[in-house]
């Protein structure tokens, strides 16, 4: 089992930025890769961003490429998140979410093992 916890997450303006983190411990030697979702309150929680562990290729919800970064540390176990040009779209909670699968998609949240407790992200215009 691979524990996650997020942090970075906070109150912005539109157009402002944040970083978020997570960093894994426990078995983390099992990680193929790790993604960012969201979710807001009455919806499903949504993709954001995937990384797969070795290698680094990264994939993008549409809404979001272009203004978000995802980027691995190998040696620290953390997965980064960094939000640009953020609008009040964005707002929800982000989640870290990390999955022992090899696969050639990972935007669906069914795939991923483990996940960290969220970390509310406020974007207002």
């Known amino acids: 089992q691979v524990q996650l916890v997020e942090s970075g997450g906070g109150s912005v303006q539109a157009g402002d930025s944040l970083s978020l983190s997570c960093a894994a411990s426990?078995?983390?030697?099992?990680?193929?890769?790790m993604g960012w979702f969201r979710q807001t309150p009455g919806k499903e929680r949504e993709f954001v961003a995937a990384i797969r562990w070795s290698g680094g290729s990264t994939t993008y919800a549409d809404s979001v490429k272009g203004r978000f970064t995802i980027s691995r540390d190998i040696v620290r176990n953390t997965v980064y998140l960094q939000t640009n040009s953020l609008k009040p779209d964005d707002t929800a909670v982000y989640y870290c979410a990390a999955t022992s699968a090899y696969l050639v998609d990972y935007r669906s949240a069914l795939l991923y093992d483990s996940w960290g407790q969220g970390t509310q992200v406020t974007v207002s215009s």
């Open positions: 426990g078995r983390t030697v099992t990680t193929k890769a």
